[in-house]
């Protein structure tokens, strides 16, 4: 968790606002936890167990599966899929915390290493995007004399 990029992809997201499914707004002045999007406990379970373990550790806590939120939101999606949790949120509080529709479905059990990777990379395409914007928005501004 102390990795640079782990708190850059991290605050940045924070940074950019918004509510969770608990309706909690997220502020880096309150307390946030450090939520799976796919829960730990839901992976362990339903990922194909003839993939390496190892590889899915990795994927599992990549950053690209983790956001923060309050603490109420955190255990109030304890071992669910997204689709169960996030459904709570519209589709614009969704891109607000950068998690991309696909992760409202369908998900096939097991999962395979695959499959979440996809999950994964469509999470990147939108961070990626969003820090690219948030770039060109900063280069475009006039500097102050």
Not at 20 to 26: K, L, Q, V
Not at 38 to 53: T, V
Not at 133 to 144: A, F, I, K, N, T
Request: hydrophobic fraction near 40%.
């Amino acid at each position: 968790k102390a990795s640079l990029i782990f708190r850059t992809f991290m605050a940045f997201n924070l940074a950019r606002g918004g509510i969770d499914w608990a309706g909690s707004a997220r502020s880096t002045a309150a307390t946030q936890e450090d939520h799976h999007i796919f829960p730990r406990e839901w992976l362990l379970s339903n990922r194909d167990q003839s993939e390496d373990k190892q590889t899915w550790a990795s994927l599992r806590d990549s950053v690209l599966n983790r956001v923060f939120v309050s603490r109420e939101a955190n255990l109030d999606a304890r071992a669910q899929t997204p689709p169960n949790y996030l459904v709570k949120l519209t589709a614009a509080e969704r891109r607000q915390l950068q998690i991309p529709e696909s992760f409202l479905g369908p998900l096939a059990t097991p999962i395979t290493g695959e499959a979440f990777s996809a999950f994964l990379k469509d999470r990147y395409d939108l961070i990626r995007q969003d820090f690219i914007d948030y770039v060109r928005q900063g280069l475009s501004v006039s500097p102050v004399s």
